[in-house]
């Protein structure tokens, strides 16, 4: 009678894991399939329009002329920004919740509101950054303040994932380089943060990335969507591809949705070269303890 009750809750335990597993597949298949629609369409509708003189030029009102050269290096202008201020920002708010502070209710607050930063909409971190950076600050609509506000946008990401990387370092390490009569800076900057480093650098990347495509800020800001010149210095007026993008988006002639699909396809080629660097950094770079 046992080895009956066993043997049915076995073929029930089976049956229920194939069910969750076709489900599994079905979502991921679905996912897939919707994205390969998405990308052979953009990749159809851009055929023809995107070549070496698309990102060699800048913006027109004509379509057979209209380049992306303004706003593909007003990009990399705002991540010169970007990823230095978020990341020192990021790692040194990381290194001090897990090797510095007390394990008390002002930490678990500070913990809790960083966490629910990341859940907040973008816009918000745009009218921060109108209010401090534009207004008080007088920085205008630079690359300066844009940087800065794109900063405390992907700031909470980058602590979350500094903090992650950091909590995976064993604790035999620390030991021993106690042991070895090492003080705790030494530590962290000899042991910790070595070992920490590709968790570190991969979840900056893809916080990055998500900078690179987020729009709402810069509209905040007041950041123009049309610009036929390059940014000289960081308090220079710039532009950015997704501002671009909708830019063309939003022209009544049908040409310039041609030229919006090439846009796009340069931006996703740009995210897909940095999130490519960080699998590369994880894959070369990650240690096993």
Known sequence: MDKLLVSKRMKGRLVQNA???????????????????????VVMQAIGWLDGDFLNNFPSRRPEEAGMKSGLIGSLWLMMIVAPVSFILGVGTA?????????????AFIQTN??????????????LG?????????????V??????????????????AQEAIRAVPQQLREASYAMGATKWQTICRVVLPAALPGMLTGAILALSRAVGETAPLVVLGIPTFIAYLPSGVLDTFTVMPLQIYNWTGRPQEEFQHVAAAGIVVLLGFLIMMNSV???????FQKRF
């Open 144 to 161: 300066l303040a844009a940087g800065l506000t794109m900063s405390l946008l992907v700031f909470p990401v980058i602590v979350v994932a």
């Open 278 to 284: 960080a699998v590369l950094i994880r894959n070369k």
């Open 19 to 41: 069910i969750l597993q076709a489900i599994f597949f079905f979502a991921t298949v679905l996912g897939l399939i919707a994205l390969m629609l998405l990308l052979s369409h």
């Open 130 to 142: 109108l209010t401090i950076f534009v207004r008080e600050l007088g920085l205008g609509r630079s």
């Open 114 to 127: 960083i966490s629910n930063l990341t859940g907040v909409p973008s816009i918000v971190f745009g009218l």
């Open 95 to 107: 290194i001090y919740l897990e090797e510095y502070a007390l394990k008390n209710r002002f930490t």
